[in-house]
């Protein structure tokens, strides 16, 4: 269970992802091999996600509880990650996070 | 006018400063030379940051009202700053700032 504190050798998208009014802020980050990943952040607040790609959430600080949409398209079981944790989401899909407390960092990996 | 949309060959630490409540949320990047920025956001607030060391404050998106404090200790006047436009703080001293409607979003440079 390591933590990525830092990655190296990207580009930063300088204007910030806001959603839900802010209850999550993203920055994106590009690598010289064209892979696109974000940092972010998430407040206390219960939020539901859509995604369009497959991602990986891997937490790097506070933690989160989370549930996935099953493939039944019923609400899956409610699992805790905190950080050096990693959990993924399957693409065209959603799942519910909460965050109580402090805030939840990440990084999101795509596809 | 220019807007810096994405910056370079950084190392991006993944953990976001999260300041006021998550009013304003920043990442550091670090340049290869050692040199520290970061890349944030203001969301809608009324808000008085205080500086250690000198910074500048380069929009990228969105707009803000600035008050600095002056040499005499007392407020300046506001002045209005958007994308593409920088303002100026000095070290051990504090501005206001004021976001309405959309994000305002920055790189502050220090030193």
Redesign the interface.
Known sequence: MSI?????????????N?YF???C?S?G??FADGTKKS???I?PAALTFNTGAPEIMEG??GQCRVRLKGTDGKPGEWKTYGAGESFSVPGNSSFDIEVAGE?Y???CHFG
Not at 8 to 16: C, E, K, L, P, Y
Request: glycine share 10%; net charge neutral; proline share 3%.
């Open positions: 990525t504190a830092k990655i190296d050798g990207v580009a930063v998208t300088t204007q910030a806001v009014d802010g209850k802020v920055h980050i590009q940092v972010g952040v407040l790097v600080a805030p960092h990440y990084i």
